[in-house]
Every structure is written in structure tokens, then in C-alpha cells.
């Protein structure tokens, strides 16, 4: 055992309790009786008025300190000491109703913000605690009278109280010590020990502010990095050995103390009653204030074994830990004798000085157990060693043998080998030569191939050159271009000057062919374009000049033209004016429409289609033509558009759709439009789907919005889940980088969830493991579960269990989505219940829920407390349920919702259940839970 000494002594916060409302009407016209400087930590006591005395505190936490800042300067600097293997103490002393179970004890399950010390402590040892190498464990007790009751087994009497001779260290060998890995199980543990606290005062018929409850945590940390790394892998085993080191154990102990109210021990002190009445009343406490009292004064007797209390603190005071007292006051100025005496205990405890000690220890335990392992290994090893020894033995062994033969056989050979003939020799020669000359060709051909190397890496050498010659002239030929494109915009602007000429000219002229035409439409293109440049400038543009000029009945006669230019340059002029609102139902009316699907369909040119999509989708925009673009085959124009490869064709299909849905989505909101969506009905979902994740984001863009727009009706949403446009909006509602059709697509999908039928919900939740499609689902099939008529579907199609699989995903939105179908789900089965049409154990149970509602019961989101409360109370209502719901522990819950649950109309229910129940009322009586 390593013990590192130092000094340490106990400190002291004093925190005030704010006014109470009784306080608040009986003080009125009273100042309060202590007066807080908490920045210079001092406290003074009032006398009267204009007098008092002042006292230094280690830390003054006034009304209004938050239970997060209680915890930092009273508590946190103990569990970090308790964390790195040194005992640590923290306890609360003062008058009944001052604050200390509210200061250590409080759950804070209605308000996280009200957890106390105990809670935050816990909290903060898991969270600095590996459970693959370390422990926690848990012993509860309450102290009253001088018994010391395990709050975690009531039927255990055999509690000792020892103290190590040497290291002084104090232990309660037979208290209960449960081995916890999360909070929940603590609080859980807490819970069942406040239980049996409630239970036993009642028996014992005392109050529990009569009573000191203790609860200790032990921490066990395996310390890596100090020698304790072991590597067996790589070195060789006898470094091995010699390096074992054991590796270093901390173990630290918390001990919790909320002390009994302290004022009985002044009165008893002021009256002079007996020491034996003391013990009546609370001998611990006193015994504790004359321990301290010794302490502070240095007195070589101090009294520890007067009672259990003084002998459980021994160690806490005057001993080896790290000790924070928190003495809690009330305001009153009736209760100024109380609060002056508490003042003066937590001053004394003070001067207390303790001598901290780290207890960290070899684990030779765990040691042994690697030695043991690392023997095994040793013995196999060197018996595998040893068979491949002698097989290596043996082996060798054959091949000498075989070799003595084999030189044997040899020698035997020799003597009998014939004389080589003359011929044979001259043979011989021959190959050889043959061989010679063969060898010598060949190291020719190899220097040949070196040669044309060599000359083809020249001339790769010299094709670079050429190749960056090319390169200078490209780069030669790009300047040359920008310097024409310079001109021709010169001589743009110049056309442009002489355009209007031009059509006067033309005018006068007649008709002189296309090639005027086509002279006065590149003028026209040219006015468009510059128009609508002007109106980028904010010069408003008067497209009404250009239908003066040629008449629009001229542009569209010119979509028929025979000469391919004309078209495109007609088609051009047509998608310009299209652009423009008041244009669009004048070119539709005019024919224009009419004479641009022809021109589709006619042609196979690029432009023609990039250029006609465009017109088409700029017409698709206008509320009025969407009927008629539809009965004039729009919609399966643009679709079969996309037989042309080109990407700019594409967006300007998906610009029309997304433009047709936006408009037609708008004419179903008010009412002009009934019935599915046209493009729905006109075979452009799978289109739609199959491009809304398109590598490029305009196309993608207008497919998103599309998509939305449609699922904003119920009445597309079969359609959509049948379709794989749901998994679509899924995406949008979670990856679009555009944040308004995210929005909106989160805010469809709901809708078309719930639009799609229970038999869907549930395939899509089994196939899926996307959060938002669970909170969605879950969402759902919640509502669906609060329908009587669906409760046996729901239950049939595996609904209880789907809801169940759910909670694998951990969020707790999720989780409240569940919470609220399983409530739901019982209420109705409920009802179903008390009005005989059901019977029978509650599908809920039958289908193994119960387990996920007992943990949940306390959970700490509220909502799902809420849900699950209820669904407990419903559960509790029929008898039939009554065993499973004791079996699993649900009692407790029941129990803990009947007397602590926030919502009043919740606890009565739950209430009413417990009295009314035969069943439960027999086990309450067994389990000795006063009801
Ligand atoms: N700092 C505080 N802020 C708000 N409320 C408080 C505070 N301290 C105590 N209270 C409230 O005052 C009441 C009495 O507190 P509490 O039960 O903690 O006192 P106690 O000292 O533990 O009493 P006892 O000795 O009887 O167990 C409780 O209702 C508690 O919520």
C-alpha cells in the first residue's frame, strides 16, 4: 500500500435556505438573522439591528445559490480526491427544514437543475470511470438510535462497525455492497432505499429528520500507463518476466452523510437533560459535536466511541480524508438560537485538521492471474519447442541415412561406370559450339533493342518539345479568339444600333425570304437580350415593342419554317418573350404552345429542345395555362424531352416540372384543383424520383422543390410511397443543402406518413434505420394506436413490437414517440377492457412491453415519464394484469407515481388502482409498504 500523506483540513460552507412562505408572512415586518458577504466569505450574525458578529466560512453561498454551484465548491473537489484513490467525506448538518436533504439528497426528477449533490457526484464518478478496468459499488444505511438499518436489505441486522488498527481506516463489512455501472441503477438503487427508509421510520414510527442516512460509494480504478501495461506480444518471455509489474489499484471511498435535524440536540443541551436522554433523542449528534469540539481544541482525548455516528466520521474527522462540511440555516430570526449554534459547529469543524492519504495499492490478484496465463503459455510453448526439437532430430537422422546410402549406392556405381567413346566426345563439342554461336546472336539482338531505346526516348523527348510548341500556339490561338469575341461584341452593338433600321427597311421591302427573316430575328434576339440586360440595369423593358415590330402570329408562323435556322432562331425569340408573364398568355393564345410541342416532337436538334424546354417551363409558371398545357400533352412533351442527352435540356424539364407542381400545388391549397397531381397522373413521378438526387444541383434544386410541392397533398401520398419518392424527401428533409426545402420537407413528411397507411408504416420502419423515418413512423402509428377500431390490426400486423424495435434508435424523440403510442395503446385497451369487448392480459404484456415500461417509468425526459405513468395507471386498472405488473416490478413505479408524481390527476390515479386492487394490496402487505 502506497500512502502519499497530506494535511487537509475539513471546510466549510454555510448555506442559507431563502424565506419559506410561512417565514415569508410571519418575518414580514423582521430583518433576516444572518446578513451574507459571500465574496469576502463571511456571514454575520445579527444581534440586533445595528449589531452582530462576523464569521469566516470556507464558502458563503447565499438564497439564491444554484444546487450546480453547491455542488462545485462543496462536493466536486471530494469526488475528484475520491476519483484519485483518496476517502472522501461530504455532509450536511443544521436545523430541521434548512435545506440539507434539498442540498444532498435532492433527485431533482421534476427539474434536473434542482440535483443534488449525491445525483452530480454519481454523475461525475461514472463519467471518469472505465468499467472494463474499474468499479463502483454502493452501500446505503440509515443511523437512528444507535442501529445502523441497510437501507438496501432491511432484513440485515449484522452491521459492524470496523476500524483498521493500522491505517485507521473504517468499514461496515456487512453493510449491502451493490456492484452499479449507470446512473440509472443508482438512482434506481436510491429510490428502493428511500423505500425502505419510509418504511422502516414508519415502523419505528420516527420521523427520517430524526435519523441519519449514510451512503457510501466505493471506487476502484486500475491506474494504466504506471507499469501496469503489460506487453506479452512482442518481446521475448524472459523480458517478459522480468518487466511484470502488478499493476497499480486506487481505491477511493465517497461517504454521503445528511444528517438529522440538529436543533434537538441544543434543547437537549440548554435544559440540561441527561446524558440519557441525550441518547433518547439523538445521542449521535451530540457525541459528533463534542468529537469535533475535542478536534478543534487539540485535546488528546478525543470521544469517537461514544456512538456509532462518531465512529462511522472517525476517518472523516481527524482521520485520512477529504472532508466538506455544508452547514445549512434557515432566515428566521425566531430560529437565531438554532442557526447561531449551527454557525459555531461548522466553525469549530474548521480547525479540524485531517491528513489525507492516497490509497493506492499493487493488484496483485490481477497479477497472479497474469502470471498464471503467462506460465500456460510457457509450458506450451517449450512443449512445443520440444516435439519440434525432435522431429528436427529425426529428421535429420533419416537424411544421414539416406545420404550413407546414397554414397554408398554412388560408390558401388563408380566402380562399375563404362570408358566415354571418342564420338561422344566430338558430339560434345559440337553442342557446345552450336551453343557458342546461338549465345553470341543473341547479346547482338539484346544491343540492337538498347539502340532503338535510345531513340525512341529521343524522339519522346523531342515530341514533348513539339507538344509545348502546341501549347504556345493554343494558348496564341485563345488571346487571338478573346480578341475577336472583343470585335464581334463591337460589332454586336453596332447591329444593334442599325436593327430598328433594319426592320423599317424590311417593312418597306415585303416579304423578302428567310434570309431576311433571319436577318430580323438575330436583331430581335439581340433586342431581347439587350432589353433584358437593360432591365438587370433597372431600365424597365418593353417587350410590347417587339410584338409592334413583327407581330407575334409572324415569330410563331416562323416555328414551322423550313430552314432549321429560322426555327432555332424563332424558337429563341419565343422562350425570350415567354420569360415574361404578361407575354405567356398571349403566345398560348396565339397558338404558340400549340406550335412549339409540334416543333418538339418534329425535331431532334439540341437547341431546338434546350430552347423549347426552356418556353415550356416558363409557361408552366402560369397559374391559367397549367389546364391547358396539360390537355395539349405538355408534361409528356418535356418527359420526352430527356431523350436528349444533354444536361441543359434536363434542367429546363426539371425547371417546367418544378414550376408546373409549384402551380398546381398552390391552385389545390385554394381549392381551384382537386384530385391527384397532374404529373402524378401524366407518369412523371418516376422521372421525378429517379432524378431528384441528380449530380447536378440546379436540376436537383428544381426536382427538390417539386417534390415537395406534391407531397404537400394528401391526396398524392400513396402515389409517393408506392413510387420511392418518400425515401427522396427523406433525403431532402435531411441532407438539402438549401435550407427552405429542407423546412418543407421535413414539414410534408408527417403528412404523407400518416397518408400511407398503417401495413406501409410498419414495412418502411422494418426496412429502415433512418431516425427521421422512426420519429415520423413512431409519430404515426402513435396516433393509430389511440383508434379503438385499430387496436387489434395494430396489434396483429406486430405493431407493439415495431413500436418496441424503435427504441434501438437512441433518440429521444423517438423515445417519446414510443412513450406516447404505448400510452395510447393501453388507454384504449383499457377502455376496450372495462366495456367487455376485450379480455385477457393486456397485449401490451402479452407482447413483452413491460420490461421497456418499468425502465422507463422514471425516465428523465418527462414527456416519456408522463406517457409511461399513464400507461402504467391503465395497466394497473384490470386485475388480469396484476401479477405480470408485480413479476416485473412495476409495483414500485406504481407506488413512487402514487406519492411523488407532479401531476395531481396522475397520482390520484394511481392511487385509486393501488387501494382498489386485491392483488396489489396483499403484496404491499407482504412487502411492508404502509398504504
Ligand atoms: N436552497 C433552497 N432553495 C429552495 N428550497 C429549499 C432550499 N433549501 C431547502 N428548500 C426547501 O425547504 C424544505 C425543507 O428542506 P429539507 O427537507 O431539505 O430540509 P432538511 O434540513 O433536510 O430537513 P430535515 O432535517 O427535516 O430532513 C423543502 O421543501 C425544500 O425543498
Redesign the pocket.
Known amino acids: 500500500m502506497v500512502c502519499d500523506e497530506v494535511p487537509g483540513r475539513v471546510r466549510v460552507a454555510v ?4 424565506r ?1 412562505a410561512e417565514e415569508s408572512v410571519a418575518d414580514t415586518d423582521f430583518a433576516d438573522c444572518v446578513e451574507l458577504q459571500p465574496e469576502l466569505k463571511r456571514l454575520k450574525l445579527r444581534k440586533n439591528n445595528w449589531d452582530g458578529d462576523t464569521y469566516q466560512f470556507d464558502e458563503v ?1 447565499t ?1 439564491f ?1 444554484s ?1 450546480k454551484r ?1 455542488y462545485e465548491v462543496v462536493a466536486r473537489p471530494v469526488v475528484e480526491s475520491v476519483l484519485d484513490g483518496y476517502n472522501g467525506t461530504i455532509m ?1 448538518y ?13 433527485l431533482g426528477e421534476e427539474d434536473t437543475a ?1 440535483r443534488g449533490i449525491t445525483v452530480r457526484a454519481m454523475e461525475d464518478i461514472f463519467a471518469n470511470v472505465s468499467f472494463e478496468t474499474d468499479s463502483v459499488s454502493v452501500s446505503y444505511l440509515q443511523l437512528y438510535m444507535e442501529t445502523i438499518q441497510d437501507l438496501l436489505e432491511p432484513t440485515n441486522d449484522k452491521i459492524a462497525i470496523v476500524e483498521d488498527p493500522k491505517t485507521g481506516d473504517v468499514s461496515l463489512p456487512g453493510a449491502t455492497l451493490v456492484e452499479i455501472r449507470d446512473q440509472q441503477s443508482f438512482i434506481q438503487l436510491l429510490r428502493l432505499g428511500e423505500a425502505q427508509r419510509f418504511a422502516a421510520n414508519t415502523k419505528l414510527n420516527t ?4 435519523s441519519h442516512a449514510i451512503l457510501m460509494v466505493h471506487v476502484k480504478r486500475s491506474i494504466k500507463g504506471r507499469d501496469a501495461a503489460l506487453s506479452t506480444e512482442n518481446g521475448n518471455h524472459q523480458d517478459m518476466v522480468k518487466s511484470l509489474k502488478p499493476s497499480v489499484v486506487r481505491k477511493g471511498k465517497l461517504v454521503v452523510v ?5 436543533e434537538r440536540i441544543n434543547k437537549s443541551g440548554c435544559e440540561g437533560h441527561t446524558l440519557e436522554e441525550t441518547k433518547f433523542i439523538n445521542l449521535s449528534l451530540s457525541a459528533l459535536g463534542k468529537c469535533i469540539n475535542a478536534l478543534a481544541e487539540n485535546s488528546v482525548h478525543v470521544p469517537f466511541r461514544d456512538s456509532k455516528l462518531t465512529r462511522l466520521l472517525r476517518d472523516s474527522f481527524g482521520g485520512t480524508a477529504r472532508t466538506s462540511l455544508v452547514i ?1 440555516i434557515g432566515p428566521s430570526p425566531r430560529h437565531r438560537g438554532e442557526t447561531a449554534s449551527t454557525i459555531m459547529f461548522g466553525q469549530r469543524a474548521m480547525k479540524v485538521e485531517n491528513m489525507v492519504k492516497l490509497k493506492e495499492e499493487f493488484d496483485y490478484k490481477s497479477l497472479s492471474r497474469r502470471l498464471d496465463i503467462e506460465l500456460e503459455k510457457l509450458i506450451m510453448e517449450h512443449e512445443r519447442q520440444q516435439k519440434a526439437f525432435e522431429d528436427e532430430i529425426e529428421r535429420l537422422a533419416t537424411e544421414a541415412q539416406h545420404r550413407i546410402s546414397e554414397a554408398e549406392k554412388n560408390y558401388a556405381d563408380s566402380l562399375e561406370i563404362p570408358k566415354v567413346s571418342a564420338k561422344e566426345l566430338s558430339d560434345l563439342k559440337k553442342v557446345i559450339q552450336k551453343e557458342t554461336v546461338l549465345r553470341k546472336a543473341a547479346e547482338g539482338e539484346v544491343k540492337n533493342l538498347q539502340i532503338q531505346m535510345a531513340e525512341l526516348k529521343m524522339s519522346e523527348a523531342s515530341g514533348k518539345s513539339e507538344i509545348l510548341k502546341l501549347h504556345k500556339m493554343l494558348d496564341g490561338e485563345a488571346s487571338q479568339k478573346e480578341k475577336l469575341e472583343g470585335e464581334i461584341a463591337i460589332l454586336q452593338s453596332q447591329l444593334l444600333k442599325s436593327s430598328l433600321e433594319t426592320h423599317e427597311t424590311r417593312q418597306e421591302v415585303g416579304r423578302a425570304g428567310f434570309e431576311n427573316e433571319v436577318g430580323g430575328l438575330d436583331s430581335l434576339i439581340s433586342q431581347v437580350k439587350v432589353q433584358q440586360r437593360a432591365s438587370g440595369n433597372g431600365e424597365k423593358p418593353s417587350m410590347a415593342k417587339l410584338f409592334e415590330q413583327v407581330g407575334l402570329q409572324k415569330i410563331l408562323s416562323l416555328l414551322e419554317a423550313k430552314d432549321a435556322d429560322v426555327r432555332i432562331h424563332a424558337v429563341k425569340v419565343v422562350a425570350n418573350l415567354a420569360a415574361e408573364e404578361t407575354n405567356q398568355g398571349k403566345i398560348v393564345e396565339a397558338g404558340g404552345l400549340t406550335s412549339l410541342l409540334t416543333l418538339l416532337k418534329s425535331s431532334q436538334d439540341e437547341t431546338i429542345h434546350r430552347v423549347a424546354a426552356g418556353a415550356i417551363a416558363n409557361l408552366a409558371m402560369n397559374d391559367k395555362l397549367q389546364a391547358k398545357l396539360r390537355s395539349e400533352h405538355g408534361i409528356q412533351a418535356l418527359l420526352g424531352m430527356v431523350r436528349c442527352k444533354h444536361p441543359d435540356v434536363h434542367a429546363q424539364v426539371a425547371r417546367g416540372i418544378a414550376n408546373f407542381a409549384k402551380c398546381e400545388s398552390r391552385a389545390s391549397s385554394q381549392g381551384t384543383k382537386s384530385g391527384r397531381s397532374f404529373l402524378i397522373e401524366d407518369g412523371a413521378l418516376a422521372w421525378i424520383v429517379q432524378n431528384a438526387n441528380n449530380e447536378s444541383s440546379s436540376i436537383r434544386r428544381h426536382i427538390e422543390l417539386a417534390l415537395c410541392h406534391l407531397a404537400q397533398h394528401e391526396v398524392n401520398a400513396r402515389d409517393m410511397i408506392t413510387g420511392g419518392a418518400l425515401w427522396e424527401l427523406v433525403r431532402i428533409s435531411r441532407d438539402c443543402s438549401r435550407e427552405d426545402i429542407k423546412t418543407l420537407a421535413h414539414r410534408t413528411l408527417g403528412k404523407i406518413v400518416e397518408a400511407g397507411g398503417l401495413t406501409s408504416l410498419l414495412t418502411l420502419l422494418k426496412s429502415s434505420q433512418d431516425e427521421t423515418i422512426h420519429r415520423v413512423a413512431a409519430g404515426a402509428i402513435a396516433n393509430l394506436a389511440m383508434n379503438d377500431k385499430l387496436q387489434a390490426k395494430l396489434r396483429s400486423e406486430h405493431g407493439i413490437q415495431a413500436l418496441l424495435g424503435m427504441v434501438r434508435c437512441k433518440h429521444p424523440d423517438v423515445h417519446a414517440q414510443v412513450a406516447r403510442g404505448i400510452a395510447n395503446f393501453a388507454k384504449c385497451e383499457s377502455r376496450a377492457s372495462s366495456q367487455g369487448t376485450k379480455s385477457g392480459r393486456s397485449f401490451l404484456i402479452e407482447d413483452g412491453a413491460l420490461a421497456w415500461i418499468v425502465q422507463n417509468a422514471n425516465n428523465e425526459s418527462s414527456s416519456i415519464r408522463r406517457h409511461i405513468e399513464l400507461a402504467l395507471c391503465h395497466l394497473a386498472q384490470h386485475e388480469v394484469n396484476a401479477r405480470d405488473m408485480i413479476t416485473g416490478g412495476a409495483l414500485w413505479e406504481l407506488v413512487r407515481i402514487s406519492r411523488d408524481c407532479s401531476r395531481e390527476d396522475i397520482k390520484t390515479l394511481a392511487h385509486r388502482t393501488l387501494v382498489s386492487s386485491p392483488t396489489f394490496q396483499t403484496e404491499m402487505r407482504r412487502l411492508r409498504i404502509n398504504y
Do not use: F, I, W
Request: charged residues 20%.
Open positions: 448555506r442559507l435556505r431563502p419559506n453561498l438564497e445559490a444546487q453547491v450536511a443544521g436545523q430541521t427544514g434548512t435545506g440539507k436533504t434539498y442540498t444532498v439528497g435532492c434542482a420521523e427520517s429528520s430524526r445528511d444528517l438529522a435535524g440538529s445549512t
